[in-house]
């Protein structure tokens, strides 16, 4: 095997090593290369302008991360062998590999009823298959069936390296400091005991900060007004152009892969043999689209995509309760008004909707601290944990979306 090493400037952590002949023929892949054109925070952007960076940046920040991670789990005698640690490589690298335009904004309304894991899953085996078999070890540890579990934990857990880099990497673009996170002393502190992933007690204070830097960034960043309209905007504006397709209505999009996601596509089945054209279809394509529509003889349509493209968003307010019927109600007659559309139409610019995060969910996350002594306790039972049962529960808020009429 021809010994390989390339060296990537990555601006979050420096220099980044890709040293396996396998792994860079993988990043060099048009599938993978098509996450360049996906951006990592969908609208993030037209609040924090900087949060520009795309889903390959992550995927090779999460690489990174996981390469020390394997290092300092070796160091501690961990057993590891070469064939399971270019897996736990490979698996992380491609761990995103499905995702659609706009990401979580999209998954279920351009692509419907699929979630992304399903065909990064479908993708990573079309890819095992030109690679003769190479991504097998990969994809045991991507799915969990790997006997090793601390490899799955790594990649999909409660301290795995893809929550880790994204954390890291978005509070870097979005200049938020409250998401800044100790990753490098928490993967330093990472060990395995009876299989399983978990931390020493040196790290709790790491461990804690991690949890709360979280939930700050989902209700500073995530679930921030600006970025809930504008996605909610782009789920609205494919809604009306399926219903417009569905009355038989002119509604072409820019590339034949939004035609085709737009009217062909029926269900999860057919998505298999269809890879090849999701994997042309990105975040440009969309936006082209939507861009064309604003000329759209469909005032509706034409109104949504203008207001996306032109930044002049939805207002929305968020509270602790649902929100009044007569205030919704007050809202939709004022978009009646001011656009002169029917009421059933108003459902395109006054909607209501919940919005939610949990800091540490007892129920199904388990961060496990292994203590000198050899006992281990989960985070939330540690004497004088900050993460105890007041944050355990979901934020729940309420959130309206409605037109700005003054």
Not at 54 to 62: K, P, Q, T
Not at 91 to 97: V, Y
Not at 204 to 216: A, N, W
Not at 343 to 356: I, P, Q, R
Request: include cysteine; glycine fraction near 4%; charge should be negative.
């Amino acid at each position: 095997m021809s010994s390989v090493h390339k060296i990537i400037n990555d601006p979050v952590y420096g220099f980044i090593t890709i040293d396996h002949p396998l792994i860079l023929k993988i990043i060099s892949h048009p599938w993978y290369q098509r996450l360049r054109n996906i951006n990592q925070m969908a609208f993030a952007h037209l609040v924090y302008p900087g949060a520009v960076h795309s889903r390959l940046h992550h995927s090779l920040g999460a690489y990174h991360l996981m390469c020390i991670a394997l290092y300092e789990l070796k160091n501690k005698n961990i057993d590891i062998t070469a064939e399971e640690e270019l897996g736990a490589k490979i698996a992380i690298l491609l761990h995103d590999i499905g995702h659609g335009p706009f990401s979580h904004a999209l998954e279920s309304e351009l692509i419907k009823d699929v979630h992304h894991e399903e065909i990064s899953i479908l993708l990573m085996q079309k890819m095992n298959e030109q690679f003769e078999g190479q991504l097998s070890t990969a994809i045991e540890i991507f799915t969990n069936k790997h006997p090793k579990r601390f490899l799955h934990q790594l990649v999909s857990g409660q301290l795995d390296v893809d929550r880790m880099d994204y954390l890291n990497r978005d509070s870097f673009f979005t200049g938020v400091a409250e998401g800044v996170i100790g990753y490098d002393r928490i993967l330093k502190m990472l060990t395995v005991k009876d299989g399983e992933l978990m931390v020493e007690e040196k790290a709790i204070y790491s461990i804690e900060k991690f949890l709360v830097s979280r939930r700050l960034m989902y209700w500073q960043v995530y679930l921030h007004k600006t970025v809930l309209a504008s996605e909610r905007i782009l789920v609205k504006i494919i809604q009306r152009a399926k219903e417009l397709f569905t009355q038989g209505k002119e509604i072409n999009g820019a590339t034949d892969e939004v035609n085709f996601f737009l009217k062909d596509f029926q269900s999860k089945s057919s998505i298999e043999q269809h890879l090849d054209k999701f994997c042309r279809l990105d975040d440009h394509d969309v936006m082209a689209t939507i861009k064309n529509w604003c000329k759209h003889p469909d005032k509706i349509l034409a109104t949504l995509c203008r207001s996306l493209v032109e930044r002049k968003l939805l207002k929305v307010k968020l509270q602790a309760e649902a929100f009044d019927v007569n205030f919704v109600k007050e809202k939709q007659n004022e978009a009646m008004a001011a656009l002169d559309i029917e009421e059933e139409n108003t459902g395109y610019f006054v909607f209501t909707g919940e919005a939610s995060n949990t800091t540490y969910n007892l129920e199904d996350e388990r961060i496990n601290i292994l203590f000198k002594d050899g006992t281990i306790k989960d985070i939330s039972q540690v004497d004088n944990a900050l993460i105890q049962h007041n944050l355990s529960g979901a934020t729940k808020k309420y959130y309206i979306c409605y037109l700005k009429t003054t």
